[in-house]
């Protein structure tokens, strides 16, 4: 069966709340650009320290520069990720 890419975005990806999200870290990206901490084709991410998912904020004090390979790629422990596992809960 193949991916419904219109489906997907219809029920997902084309929501308000996805689309202000993808602004936000557009906006972070090209920030990071124009300070040069982040270059073209470099093969990094610029990820929220808080997800935005979690209450984070889009400011410069929670951006950190990361592998796009890190950034994009959870540890799977049941349905939950670990970033939305405290620490605490992952050491039991």
Same mark, same amino acid.
């Given at each position: 069966?193949?991916?419904?890419?219109?489906?997907?975005?219809?029920?997902?990806? /084309?929501?308000? !709340?996805?689309?202000?999200?993808?602004?936000?870290?557009?906006? =972070?990206? &090209?920030?990071?650009? %124009?300070? $040069?901490?982040?270059?073209?084709?470099?093969?990094?991410?610029?990820?929220?320290?808080?997800?935005?998912?979690?209450? /984070?904020?889009? !400011?410069?004090?929670?951006?950190?520069?990361?592998?796009?390979? =890190?950034? &994009?790629?959870?540890? %799977?422990? $049941?349905?939950?990720?670990?970033?939305?596992?405290?620490?605490?809960?992952?050491?039991?």
């Amino acid at each position: 069966m193949q991916r419904n890419y219109r489906r997907e975005y219809d029920k997902y990806q /084309g929501t308000s !709340v996805q689309k202000k999200r993808r602004a936000m870290r557009n906006k =972070a990206r &090209r920030t990071m650009l %124009r300070t $040069g901490k982040v270059h073209k084709g470099d093969g990094t991410d610029v990820a929220h320290k808080v997800a935005l998912s979690k209450g /984070g904020k889009n !400011v410069a004090s929670n951006w950190k520069v990361q592998s796009d390979n =890190a950034n &994009r790629s959870f540890a %799977r422990k $049941g349905h939950a990720l670990k970033s939305e596992v405290s620490k605490r809960e992952r050491r039991k």
